[in-house]
């Protein structure tokens, strides 16, 4: 199984209001990351979390803020987000951070309004 | 400089009609290329690593190769439902997970 799910599907939220997007995976993968996607564009790298530790923040803003529970589960904690921050969210996992493919949840859409 | 081109930009094929797209890199010591193909508004869906120039891997209508400066995705007789975007992305140097995207080639095939 290389399922990786992504909760909520859909998110509207305000400028003042605080949300999270939660990923899950379940194949022992020790490596898990956070991609922003706008239309018509490649994922962007966010964040990387390996064994649980946070590994690469690809100078985000703050607004964004990563957490990793456990091994299998991963947040993305937003508060007074920007309508530029509108787009397509990606939670990824991979075996480890070496030369292995990552697998992709379905994404969640985002909307500030 | 590390960076991944795709080409072409968008493809339009009848039902049928092979064709093969090209992604071409330049990096320093390639830790693996690999391709996806994403359907709008969903996630990437993973179709293959390539490691070394010469590799190739095939499911079903698709076949990837692999030589020291690009890789090519070949389609043979393409049906409609493999219409989509394909990603081709390589891993950084830095070996930290991170991956660098070509801007993807748009597939569209009529019927």
């Not at chain 2, 081709?88 to 080639?105: E, M, R, Y």
Request: with cysteine; proline share 7%.
């Amino acid at each position: 199984d290389t399922e990786v799910t992504q909760t909520p599907k859909h998110l509207v939220m305000g400028m003042t209001n605080k949300k999270s997007l939660k990923c899950e995976q379940h194949m022992g993968h020790r490596a898990m990351y956070w991609y922003k996607q706008k239309a018509k564009k490649p994922p962007e790298l966010m964040f990387v979390y390996s064994y649980e530790k946070l590994s690469i923040n690809e100078s985000v803003p703050s607004r964004f803020s990563p957490e990793c529970p456990n091994s299998s589960l991963l947040n993305l904690h937003l508060h007074a987000l920007q309508p530029e921050d509108s787009a397509l969210y990606l939670c990824a996992s991979s075996q480890d951070t070496g030369s292995y493919e990552q697998y992709f949840g379905p994404g969640t859409r985002l909307t500030v309004t | 400089e590390d960076q991944v081109t795709q080409s072409p930009e968008a493809l339009r094929l009848q039902e049928g009609e092979s064709s093969s797209l090209n992604c071409s890199y330049t990096v320093s010591g390639l830790r693996g290329l690999f391709w996806y193909r994403q359907d709008p508004g969903k996630g990437p869906e993973f179709l293959f690593t390539l490691y070394s120039a010469g590799e190739e891997k095939e499911k079903e209508r698709l076949k990837a190769t692999l030589t020291k400066k690009e890789s090519f995705l070949h389609i043979t007789a393409p049906k409609p439902e493999d219409s989509a975007t394909y990603l081709c992305a390589v891993q950084a140097p830095s070996n930290t997970g991170k991956l660098i995207f070509g801007q993807g080639t748009t597939l569209q095939v009529k019927p």
